[in-house]
């Protein structure tokens, strides 16, 4: 059975950092192409960043591209979104995804973990 487990979200300030994990049993994430994602209620979920499987290809999608940083231990079956200079336009559900990207696509997401940055 597959899992995606995520955490590490919670409440900051403006300003402030937070390290998200995404934990996975079930599958080998260097199998994978990782991705984060967020949503704000009554939004589209939105992708943030994404690790390849090969770890060459990594993306930080704007607008935080600067701030925001993605990495994986293989060893712990683990990947991370550091994010840095949070802003309250950064609070949202953080979701991690684990995409198969050859034919047949196929996907597998977490519950989410939440974020709260007060200004």
């Known amino acids: 059975q597959v899992q995606l487990v995520e955490s590490g979200g919670g409440s900051v300030e403006a300003g402030g950092s937070l390290k998200l994990s995404c934990t996975a049993s079930?599958?080998?994430?260097?199998?994978?192409?990782m991705r984060w994602h967020r949503q704000v209620p009554g939004q589209e979920r939105e992708l943030v960043a994404s690790?390849?499987?090969?770890?060459?290809?990594?993306r930080i999608e704007d607008p935080v591209e600067v701030r925001f940083t993605i990495s994986r231990d293989t060893s712990k079956n683990t990947v991370y979104l550091q994010m840095n200079n949070l802003t309250p336009e950064d609070a949202a559900v953080y979701f991690c995804?684990?995409?198969?990207?050859?034919?047949?696509?196929?996907?597998?997401w977490g519950q989410g973990t939440q974020v709260t940055v007060s200004s």
């Open positions: 079930g599958l080998l994430i260097s199998k994978f192409v």
């Open positions: 995804e684990a995409l198969e990207i050859s034919y047949p696509q196929y996907n597998y």
């Open positions: 690790i390849s499987k090969s770890v060459n290809g990594i």
